[in-house]
């Protein structure tokens, strides 16, 4: 089992930075990818960005390319979400998530654990 745990979600006026973290705990050692994803009320959830445990491989929803950088740090298992020049569209709830073999990072269906979710609001 893999255990995660995001932090780092907020109230943050439009054109703001955040930055959201995600603790990796367990078996983490079987993770191959580990993603984000977010989800507003009544919508999907959706990819956002996704990095593979070496850092060499990285992956944008187009939504977020050029504002968003996925990044991790595997001597604290951690994989970060540094989001720049937010806007109002990006308010959900985002969520980590990790995959333990090689998949197609964009769907959701693809991954096999999930964090609780951390809010990120975006006030115009």
């Known amino acids: 089992q893999v255990q995660l745990l995001e932090s780092g979600g907020g109230l943050v006026q439009a054109g703001g930075s955040l930055r959201l973290s995600c603790a990796a705990s367990?078996?983490?050692?079987?993770?191959?990818?580990m993603g984000w994803f977010r989800q507003v009320p009544g919508k999907e959830r959706e990819f956002v960005a996704a990095i593979d445990w070496s850092g060499e491989s990285s992956f944008y929803a187009d939504s977020v390319k050029g504002r968003f950088t996925i990044s991790r740090d595997n001597a604290k298992n951690t994989v970060s979400l540094q989001m720049n020049s937010l806007k109002s569209e990006d308010t959900a709830v985002y969520y980590c998530?990790?995959?333990?073999?090689?998949?197609?990072?964009?769907?959701?269906?693809?991954?096999?654990?999930w964090g609780q979710g951390t809010q990120v609001t975006v006030s115009s």
């Open positions: 367990g078996r983490t050692y079987s993770v191959y990818a």
């Open positions: 998530a990790a995959i333990t073999r090689m998949r197609i990072l964009s769907l959701e269906r693809e991954y096999d654990y």
